[in-house]
């Protein structure tokens, strides 16, 4: 256990030190790869100040280095970081980012100690009356190793480094489950509302909207099983936030079709010279518009997307519905919708793993009498260390081999042992 809190310890000193480089890149270099005028954040700020001064043009894509894929009321959250100053702002927007870490972490602690008070035949001994424990009891050793992993993951750098969002996006996802749990129609609409917070921020989380819905199979009466008031609650929630978006779109319909056309087709390649547009996403989406670009194939790109998400979305949804009916269903939900969202939407990027990686910490926790468990492990490890390689490795080669195929393989062997548990588990 003292190799593991000396372990831990070291991983909340390096994710400071990523911070630290973060702020060295921001503050005193001009460095290609990142610097006050080239990075994500830049588009947060701008979108913080744009939402309260020119409203029509949020999603005006000359106004910006990378353009706002968000939902509109999204921007209002980075207006009070953008009225800092871009450097004040971004210096405490990234302090709020490594705080935030550690409130996931907690959010871990409590949906495994509330799945363990709910599941009291299951196959582990983790001692968790007091988030103390975590840190001093030897039957929690894992669950720390495993926290220690996530703060010290290279997709943490990455979101760091570029001033990304995706531990405030997890913050949301792990909330709204959380309440879930807690098994009531008012915890129901709490968490949706969350849910729709990260909705608001990232918009393809849409495609798990269909796994918090409290739809089974009953294998006895062979009839479909679907508790309307608690479904609808938590479908509320998240459809209230939507639709105050909506709202935006409705009085401003210049905005619906800056928001369609940076999200839904396709576009915001990089030009690389030579006349080859690029992208280093490793979705299967973009990997394929790529192919289609390379052999100079004129095609739909919202097309392609589409019968993907038909592909890939409908049968591990199918499989879902058929699974047992647990809280562990539920959280295998998220992680699901979330594996499918990393695989079908067309820019899926190593910092992304961060809203991943809770789900994977919860799987290798929680279902170790899984045959295949190790394989969630490993591609977990990959995941945190390896999948940045795949990405510096894409830029090394893109000019013979356009392809980033090996973050798109980890993604496909994850796809696959999903499928393959909820089968077995059926």
């Known amino acids: 256990m003292k190799n593991t809190q000396i372990f831990f310890l070291f991983a909340v000193i390096l994710n400071a030190v990523y911070l630290v480089i973060t702020f060295i890149f921001f503050f005193y270099l001009e460095s290609p790869l990142m610097s006050s005028s080239n990075n994500d954040y830049l588009t947060f700020y701008n979108a913080g100040l744009i939402v309260i001064d020119d409203l029509p043009n949020l999603y005006n894509s000359s106004l910006y280095l990378f353009p706002f894929r968000y ?32 409130v996931v972490i907690y959010l871990i602690y ?72 807690k098994g009531s129609i008012k915890y129901d609409l709490l968490g ?35 508790p309307f008031k608690r479904t609808v609650s938590r479908l509320i929630g998240s459809i209230i936030l939507i639709l105050l978006s909506g709202l ?24 690389v010279g030579g006349g080859l547009e690029i992208n280093p996403s490793f979705s299967l989406t973009r990997i394929v518009l790529i192919f289609f670009e390379v052999l100079a194939i004129d095609i739909n790109y919202f097309l392609v997307f589409i ?18 009916t647990s809280e562990i269903k539920l959280i295998n ?34 279902e170790k009498d899984f045959e295949m468990y190790k394989l969630f492990k490993y591609i977990y490890y990959l995941f945190a260390f390896i999948i940045l390689a795949f990405w510096i490795l894409f830029y090394l080669t893109y000019e013979i081999f356009p392809f ?3 973050g798109l393989i980890l993604l496909m062997l994850l796809y696959y042992s999903l499928i393959v548990y909820y089968v077995k588990s059926n």
């Not at 495994?112 to 709910?118: A, L």
């Not at 935006?248 to 990089?270: A, C, S």
């Open 307 to 324: 019968i993907i998400v038909l592909l890939f979305w409908l049968p591990l949804f199918i499989i879902f519905i058929f699974s047992n």
């Open 110 to 181: 409590k949906i495994i100690k509330i799945y363990m008070k709910s599941n009291k035949k299951m196959n582990i001994t983790y001692k968790l009356n007091k988030f103390r424990e975590v840190f001093y009891e030897p039957d929690n050793e894992s669950i720390l190793h495993h926290f220690g992993i996530l703060l010290i993951m290279l997709p943490q750098f990455m979101n760091y480094f570029l001033g990304q969002i995706n531990i405030l996006v997890s913050f949301f996802i792990l909330i709204s489950l959380f309440y879930f749990l």
């Open 404 to 406: 980033n195929l090996g």
């Open 248 to 271: 935006f779109f409705l009085v401003l319909p210049e905005m619906l079709t800056g928001f369609i056309e940076v999200n839904l087709t396709g576009e915001y390649t990089y030009d």
């Open 192 to 226: 949706g509302l969350f849910l729709g917070l990260g909705i608001s921020f990232k918009p393809s989380l849409i495609l798990l909207l269909p796994f918090i819905i409290l739809l089974s199979y009953n294998k006895e009466t062979k009839k479909f099983e679907m």
């Open 333 to 366: 939900g998220y992680f699901t919708g979330i594996t499918v969202m990393l695989l079908v939407y067309f820019d899926s990027w190593p910092h992304y793993i961060v809203v991943l990686a809770p789900f994977l910490i919860f799987f290798i926790l929680l």
């Open 71 to 102: 939902l509109p009321i999204s921007a209002y959250f980075f207006t009070p970081f953008s009225l800092l100053g871009l450097k004040l702002g971004f210096f405490v927007y990234q302090i709020f980012n490594y705080a935030l870490n550690f």
